[in-house]
């Protein structure tokens, strides 16, 4: 199945739309319905897009852990609680609501990244920081990642 990739800067237009990157938009409406989920990410300061199937998938994935453990509650809470099923327009745009655009403090400057099943949405700025090299262990991280073979 083919993977989102890549990464596209857009603005959020007065509405609170954004566009859907024209690949990730032919992922979609290949092989997935054409319902998207959008949701707050777990700790990163951006929001995930999720196509409903892998959305099912995860949500099947969360169905099996026990309810008593700290983290799934969070989970709970955090993902599951803020997802928002929305759809795209003729134009490849959809609509994400306030409440979520506050959490991942989106602006108007946004980046879509694919994330092989998902797509992620962070504010320009937000994302501008992650690679700071002030702020990036690049030995742990070359070690962590040899050490997965990657």
Known sequence: ?????????????????I?????????VASNYSSKLYIT???FDKCLYIYPMEEWNKLQ??????PRSDEAIRFFLRRVIASAVETEMDKQGRIL?????????NINSNVVMA???ERIELWDRNEWDT????AK????????KLAAYGL
């Open 19 to 27: 566009i859907i990157p024209a690949p990730f938009r032919e992922i």
């Open 40 to 42: 707050n990410a777990p």
């Open 114 to 116: 694919g994330q092989i």
């Open 96 to 104: 994400v609501p306030v409440a979520l655009r506050e959490d991942a």
């Open 130 to 133: 992650l690679f700071d090299p």
């Open 60 to 65: 099947e994935q969360v169905r099996t852990k």
């Open 136 to 143: 990036i262990d690049r030995k742990t991280i070359e070690e």
């Open 1 to 17: 199945m083919p993977a989102f990739s890549g990464k596209y800067y857009y603005t959020v237009d007065p509405k609170g739309r």
